[in-house]
RNA sequence: GCGCCUGUAGCUCAGUUGGAUAGAGCAACUGACUUCUAAUCAGUAGGCCUGAGGUUCGAAUCCUCACAGGCGCGCCA
């Protein structure tokens, strides 16, 4: 829909430019808020009075001139209106065909191809194998998620990594907790360190340890088995983290370890590459990276006076690896508290030629969990905190990540569980998934009925002498319809170039709205043997977008409810 | 002190990258189940878009300042 009156714009003012010798400036097309003004609406017009100097009326005229010697033959009326605004009116044959197109072709056709296969990679979620995924973590994976698929549909050719941090501080707090746990346990009363991972997570741990290993470690010191204490804790909590979010329904491509990174001497020869660039010096026995010559306001230090490497140093490393790797763009989803990191890791990948619009942090805003509309104190030292995996186990994934998903990512949201419990209209994932669920039910009334048109029948490809006459669907509801999932691709492109998911949320919200309103107001199967079919065909139609919209936001679409 | 984010209906939030008369859900009120699923629908009411300037044909959106809230400013990770 946007495509062809873009062309149209695009034809009409090369064939002015001639004349007018000017600049053309981008043309955007957009939907009108209200109906009544036209299908889309384009305000180059009033984009070109500076240049021409002329009024946009003007303009507007000259160029809908252009328009009508193309004669387009799917337009029905073409206004200039407001200020300057060209409106467009589609004839209801061209939504005929579009439904038609879109029943022959299914939800493929809803998808664009922008990435071009370009490599894309996706780094989300990297939770320290430290202690069990929160909520929080389980925002980031919902939209990190939702964000890849769109990415995917949209023709990159994306990768999904998880970033495990295994080689700090952290996992060996891990281990020194976990250590005094099994000691304690098995009645040797070590002190546990003080501040030490207290979850009820950490004596389960060491209970495995005893299950598996007996008491062979009691009264060692933590020299003697911390490694293998260590080891053993994170990567069961490694295992754990993966569970979580399989059952949540996010699967990833690639785990990266840090670790890893640093016994396969990454990170040294990351910091000599940039050392060879003059971008390494040393003061006061530590060695600095100049990330102020980029965007950084301050240098600095890769490793410090003791001789270790910084967390920084790792991720240095991590991201020259993923430019190694050859990925044309590269996404980070992090923790909004993480924000003031983005001018070191920027100036990072600059250091090694990315340009900067190749590198794309995506800031998840804390999550404020509730109960009977109470805030829930969360405390991750003390062990207090809401799990990922109690959200799942309570509330269910669909909705969760529905929820996660309904606002912007940078903005601050309220988790109510008891709302998101309830099974009611409180709940926005039911009004979509009902409307998917309607459709269905619709169908299979439709097959028990001897109805011609089945569902495969509608959609099928060559079986078109089924094909309803679409041209029966002349309702103002069933027009709007239409009109509102051809506008699918414009919202789903947007999200993908402003790697905005909630965009695809609100929108399957609207069109669900406009389903529950037809499907009240006029009966789908009837005896009109002619109109029937085309009515089915419509809600085919709906069911493919909803169906569409619901698999990238990682929904379900079910059949029943 | 510096930086980033946020401020839109009673509440929770959208607002198509600067466009037309600012939208939705919930809550409130009025109505609709002999019906293909009422987890639904129709309607009413609700606004100084935090405030003050500025930029231009045009601002909730961009710039400056103020106010309020959140988060960051380590040779921690």
């Known amino acids: 829909m946007k495509q062809n009156v873009i062309e149209i714009i695009q034809k009409a003012l090369e064939s002015l430019n001639t004349v007018w010798g000017a600049n053309l400036p981008d043309i955007e097309v957009e939907v009108p808020r209200d109906e009544t003004m036209g299908d889309l609406a384009t305000a ?54 579009s ?19 370009q490599k894309i990679q996706v780094e989300f979620v990297s939770a320290n194998p430290t202690g069990p995924l929160h909520i929080g973590h389980g925002r980031g994976a919902a939209v990190g998620n ?11 050719d994306v990768q999904r990594e998880f970033y ?42 060491a209970q495995e340890i005893n299950n598996s290993e007996g008491n062979k470690y009691l009264n060692r010191t933590f020299e003697e088995c911390g490694e293998f204490l260590t080891d053993y804790a994170y990567k069961m909590m490694l295992a754990d983290i993966e569970k979580d979010l399989k059952d949540f329904g996010v699967v990833f491509d690639r785990w990266q370890s840090e670790r890893e990174l640093h016994m396969q001497g990454k990170v040294e020869s990351a910091i000599k590459d940039l050392k060879s660039r003059d971008l390494i010096y040393e003061k006061d026995g530590a060695v600095w990276f100049s990330s102020s010559r980029f965007e950084d306001d301050k240098d600095r230090v890769v490793k410090k006076q003791d001789g270790e490497y910084t967390y920084f140093a790792s991720d240095i490393c991590y991201h020259k690896d993923k430019l190694d790797r050859g990925f044309d763009t590269i996404i980070d989803i992090w923790g909004a508290d993480h924000h ?16 900067g619009d190749k590198f794309k942090v995506v800031l998840i805003q804390m999550v404020s969990l509730l109960r009977h509309g109470q805030p829930v104190q969360m405390s991750k ?44 209209a409180e709940n926005p994932v039911f009004y979509v998934q009902y409307a998917f669920a309607r459709i269905s039910s619709l169908f299979r009334q439709a097959e028990e009925k001897g109805v011609m048109s089945q569902e495969s029948r509608v959609s099928g490809r060559g079986v078109s002498q089924y094909a309803p006459d679409l041209s029966a669907l002349i309702e ?23 790697c905005e998911p909630h965009r695809i949320t609100y929108y399957l ?50 059949e029943r409810m």
């Open 340 to 355: 003031g990191y983005i001018p070191r890791v920027r100036s990072v990948l600059e250091a090694f030629d990315l340009p």
């Open 476 to 498: 103002d509801e069933e027009i709007s319809l239409i009109k509102k999932f051809l506008q699918y691709p414009m919202v789903f492109e947007g999200a993908a170039l402003a």
């Open 509 to 558: 919200q609207e069109l669900a709205g406009i389903f529950h309103a037809y499907y009240y107001k006029h009966r789908i199967i009837s005896d009109d043997n002619r109109l029937t079919p085309a009515r089915l065909g419509l809600c085919k139609g709906v069911k493919i977008v909803l169906e569409e919209g619901l698999k990238i936001l990682g929904v379900s679409a079910p």
């Open 99 to 117: 439904l038609g197109m879109l029943l022959e072709e299914g939800h493929l056709s809803l998808r664009t191809d922008i990435g071009k296969g």
């Open 44 to 97: 180059v017009a009033m984009r070109l009075t500076k240049v021409l100097k002329k009024s946009p009326r003007k303009i507007a005229e000259e160029i809908t001139g252009k328009i009508n010697e193309q004669q387009p033959d799917f337009f029905e009326k073409i206004e200039i209106a407001g200020a300057g605004f060209i409106n467009f009116r589609f004839k209801k044959d061209f939504f005929h065909k």
């Open 381 to 424: 030292r003390a062990g207090a905190f809401i799990t990922l995996r109690e959200v799942i186990d309570e509330v269910g994934p669909d909705i969760t990540k529905f929820i996660f998903l309904t606002r912007k990512a940078d903005s601050h949201l309220d988790f109510d569980i008891d709302i998101a419990k309830e099974q009611s």
């Open 164 to 205: 495990i941090n295994d080689a700090g501080l952290q996992v060996k707090l891990l281990g020194r907790s976990v250590f005094a746990r099994y000691q304690q346990l098995l009645g040797n009363d070590v002190p546990f360190p003080e501040d030490g991972y207290k979850g009820d997570y950490i004596e389960f741990i």
């Open 146 to 156: 939702a964000l890849c698929n769109i990415l995917k549909a949209a023709g990159f």
